[in-house]
Structure formats: structure tokens, C-alpha cells
């Protein structure tokens, strides 16, 4: 019974940090990030080469060292955007089944254009996240980058255990809310420069440069690693794993589908 209430509560305590979220971007998320990527797509991974004082690489490549592959398995890279993961993961297994869903079409269209420079086939698909056009039990591999603080991760993280296969792997690296005051205030106060030196250097519209306040609200109401750790077990994936950089303000983490 003690387990029962226990699985309960967890249950309740996201369901209404979910709630809070949604409430708080709703009209965000469904009516305006698609023009704020638009409008970045075509300078995208360079304004956060420079954001992230050239630590953006180190990042991804922290992340992409924990992906394990094997020889033609099919993976889906969730909220793709300019087709770094799947391009990252077709130099390193040439024969996989790389599929790619994110919203926003020039996005897309910018990675379409960075795999076909080499060479390379990503099957993309312009969809919502929360709603995989793909069956059950279907992928080997499911990767995500740097999108979920702008989902609804509950809804998400239950779709994508869908569209895996038993023993399947998901793989997540975003930016979070760190797990102490200091460090948050620290990471909020040097996002607020960034953003507003990144808006000037690459001439951002004025729909990025408003949103400067959004980004930093997302971080604020987002979630620490250990409490997406959390999540991923409630939610029935097993073997989580995860690791923070600076202070926890990156997480990455690893989970399986039973």
C-alpha cells in the first residue's frame, strides 16, 4: 500500500508541475516557437557555438559518446532541427535507419541540405513530438536534443517509450534547472547577456529577441536531472542513467524500454 501511495504522489507531483508548465507556455509552444525557429534556423548551431562560449561541441559530444549502435538498427531523432544528431549517427554506422520528426520546416530544411552536402540520408517528417506517426515497438534507438524544456515531457517521454522496442535505448541531452540556488542565479544571469549579445551578433528578428525572457522562464520551471531521472522510472523505463556538466545546468541522460 506504502509503495502504492508512494506511486501515487510521484504521479500527482509531475502530473501538476505539467500542468503549471503547459498553463505558463501554452500559447508559446503551440502559436509562436515555430516563428521564433524559423527565424534561427539558418544561424542555429553557430549562435550557440558562441552563447555557450564554444562549449557547444563539447556538449554534443559528450552526449553522442553515450549513444550506443549497432549495424542496421533504425533510430528517430525527436525534435531533429538541423539533423546534427542523425548526422552524427550515420558517420558513425553508415547503414542505420535514420528518421528525423521535428516542427519546424526550415529547421528541417536546413539539415535536409547539411546530410545531402554528405552524402547522406535522414528520412525527415515535419510532426508534433507528442504525437510519433510511427507504430509500437518499432525503433532501436530514439535520441533528444536540447528540445525538451519546450514539451510537455510527460506526454513525450510516454510516446517515445511507445515507438521503442523492448530493450531499446532513449537518449536525452537539454539544458536544465540546476539543482541549487546559486548556480541557477548564476546560469539565468549569464543567459540573460548571451541571448542579448547572440540577438545583436547574428541579427536576430525582433521575434527572437523577445523571447529572451521565455527562454530563461522554460529553465526556471524545467526540471533537474535527478527529477528526470525520476520521471523516466515513473513512467516504466528502466536502467536510467545520467550525468550533469557545469553544475547541472546540461543534463544527459540514458533509459530503456523493458
Not at 55 to 82: E, M, P
Not at 108 to 127: C, F, K, P, T
Request: some cysteine.
Amino acid at each position: 500500500m506504502a509503495n502504492g501511495e508512494r506511486a501515487s504522489d510521484v504521479a500527482l507531483h509531475f502530473s501538476g508541475r505539467e500542468e503549471v508548465r503547459e498553463n505558463s507556455f501554452r500559447r508559446v509552444w503551440t502559436q509562436e516557437l515555430n516563428d521564433v525557429f524559423a527565424d534561427v534556423a539558418r544561424y542555429y548551431d553557430r549562435a550557440n557555438y558562441v552563447a555557450s562560449l564554444g562549449l557547444w561541441y563539447v556538449f554534443r559530444n559528450s552526449f553522442l559518446a553515450t549513444i550506443k549502435l549497432h549495424s542496421g538498427q533504425d533510430q528517430l531523432d525527436v525534435c531533429a532541427g538541423t539533423n546534427a544528431v542523425g548526422i552524427a549517427m550515420l558517420r558513425k554506422q553508415p547503414d542505420l535507419n535514420v528518421f528525423a520528426i521535428d516542427r519546424s520546416a526550415a529547421m528541417q530544411e536546413v539539415g535536409r541540405q547539411r546530410a545531402a552536402r554528405e552524402g547522406l540520408h535522414i528520412e525527415s517528417i515535419i510532426g508534433d513530438a507528442h504525437k510519433l506517426p510511427f507504430p509500437d515497438n518499432h525503433f532501436d534507438v530514439v535520441t533528444l536534443q536540447w528540445a525538451s524544456r519546450h514539451l510537455r515531457v510527460m506526454e513525450l517521454y510516454q510516446e517515445i517509450r511507445r515507438v521503442l522496442k523492448p530493450g531499446g535505448y532513449f537518449y536525452q541531452c537539454d539544458m536544465l534547472r540546476p539543482g541549487t540556488r546559486l548556480v541557477e542565479h548564476l546560469y539565468y544571469a549569464y543567459l540573460r547577456v548571451s541571448l542579448s549579445v547572440t540577438a545583436v551578433l547574428f541579427q536576430s528578428g525582433a521575434t527572437v529577441r523577445n523571447y529572451k525572457k521565455y527562454f530563461i522562464d522554460a529553465l526556471s520551471l524545467f526540471y533537474s536531472a535527478e527529477e528526470l531521472s525520476q520521471l523516466l522510472r515513473h513512467l516504466g523505463y528502466e536502467n536510467v542513467s545520467s550525468k550533469t556538466l557545469l553544475g547541472g545546468m546540461v543534463g544527459i541522460h540514458k533509459a530503456m524500454k523493458p
